[in-house]
């Protein structure tokens, strides 16, 4: 009801301001902030990891062009599997460790190289130069060495907002996608398909592919003339308003205000994004709207984070798989935490069944 969201104690703001994703995603699976040694370390380990092996490329170059990043996305996760038969030993601890630093690692490449391709563009190999975050915005639009194009540099500023976007995406509780990977991880299955079969449930309108929407819905709506008009029909239950309401925040939540002060940093290096206007005076008109306030609906964190994303360059197939780099922290940590757990059993969720009690086969011709 406050609008308070803190990883392992900390809260969001002070991690959105302070602290870099990979710093947040160590805290997030080993319980506390690195030293400066472990953070060493950890980048060290994260850079070894980072590439990718020559058929995960093959595997996504046989894709259709215009194939959705997010399915590329959840397959190339899945399959990774097949080339870590060790990531099966889930109740070995080095191991696991092992595929959590290869899952963190080998995320951003993935979606960096379904990127590329959709564009037919070449792949870009990991730079151990740069950072976490630098290094992905590089193997996006990068050149490959040895071309003659002038070398790529990230925009400080952007690499900045990306690295936030990654820190307040990282984890929140029991949403669907992470209860998606504790249910399919407490079965014992590896964590790459459990990351795959969490990444599909991201990938839904209601979930992660929200940021998405918004941007199409904002595009549809197309300009602030049309926003009463718009706001009717999702009063009549025509249309959702996509990136307003939470199952949880009831009163604001927190990380849309740190996106949203973000995303003015972001437009002062790339521009405003003609779609704020529209986004700003929705937000606005909604805040006042009885339907919106007695529901308790307001702007959650996928509301202005596509805005964010476009003006990067991103086209908004991509957004739901940047929201899953940043996730990819959260599931990782909470299917440690589960297999760690001494009573966690298989997840069983109970049925009550209403339908028809016992009765006898009926033949087809009598039916
Ligand atoms: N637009 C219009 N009406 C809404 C909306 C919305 N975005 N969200 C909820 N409502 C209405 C809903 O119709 C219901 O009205 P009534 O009581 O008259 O039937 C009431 O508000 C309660 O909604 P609910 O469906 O019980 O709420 P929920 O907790 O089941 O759903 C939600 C939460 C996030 C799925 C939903 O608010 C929604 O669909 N939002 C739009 C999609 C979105 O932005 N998702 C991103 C969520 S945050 C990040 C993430 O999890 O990935």
């Known amino acids: 009801d406050r609008g308070i969201l803190r990883y392992r104690g900390y809260p969001i703001e002070q991690l959105a301001e302070r602290s870099t994703f990979i710093e947040t995603a160590h805290l997030l699976i080993h319980g506390e902030l690195p030293t400066s040694t472990e953070l060493d370390e ?7 990891q980072s ?12 894709f259709q062009r215009d194939a959705h990043p997010m399915g590329m996305f959840l397959s190339a996760v899945g399959a990774l599997s097949t080339f870590y038969p060790d990531s099966k030993n889930v109740l070995d601890g080095g191991s696991r460790q092992t595929q959590i630093t290869r899952l963190i690692a080998k ?4 979606a960096a190289y379904a990127h590329r391709y959709r564009t037919d563009a070449p792949y870009v190999s990991p730079d151990p130069n740069l950072s976490f975050v630098g290094n992905f915005m590089n193997m996006l639009n990068g050149h490959p060495p040895g071309g003659s194009e002038s070398q790529y540099r990230p925009h400080p500023e952007l690499e900045r907002a990306l690295d936030i976007l990654f820190i307040l995406h990282a984890d929140h509780e029991q949403n669907c996608s992470t209860s998606a990977m504790r249910g399919i991880g407490s079965s014992q299955a590896d964590p790459f398909v459990s990351l795959a079969g969490a990444a599909a449930a991201l990938y839904g309108p209601l979930h992660g592919g929200a940021n998405e929407a918004v941007l199409r819905m904002l595009a549809e709506i197309g300009s602030v003339s049309n926003i009463t ?10 249309r959702r308003l ?15 205000k740190v996106i949203k002060e973000t995303a003015y940093r972001v437009f002062e290096v790339t521009g405003k994004n003609p779609l704020l206007d529209i986004a700003l005076e929705l937000e606005r008109i909604a805040l006042e709207d009885d339907y919106f306030v007695s ?7 996928d509301f202005y984070s596509g805005l964010i994303y476009e003006a990067m360059g991103f086209d908004a197939g991509m957004f739901p798989v940047l929201f899953a780099i940043g996730r990819t922290a959260g599931w990782v940590a909470q299917w440690q935490e589960m297999l760690k757990d001494k009573e966690q059993r298989i997840a069983r969720p109970r049925q009550l ?8 086969y009926i033949p087809m011709d009598q039916r």
Do not use: C, Q
């Open 51 to 62: 590439t990718l092996p020559e058929n995960i490329k093959h595997f996504i170059e046989g």
């Open 353 to 360: 069944y209403v339908g028809e009690n016992d009765r006898e």
């Open 295 to 301: 529901r308790r609906l307001y702007p959650n964190v």
């Open 107 to 110: 995320v951003p490449t993935i």
């Open 42 to 48: 950890w980048s060290e380990e994260l850079v070894t």
């Open 242 to 256: 996509m990136g307003f309401g939470h199952r949880v925040y009831k009163s604001y939540d927190p990380r849309a």
């Open 229 to 238: 008009g718009f706001i009717k029909r999702v009063k009549d239950g025509e």
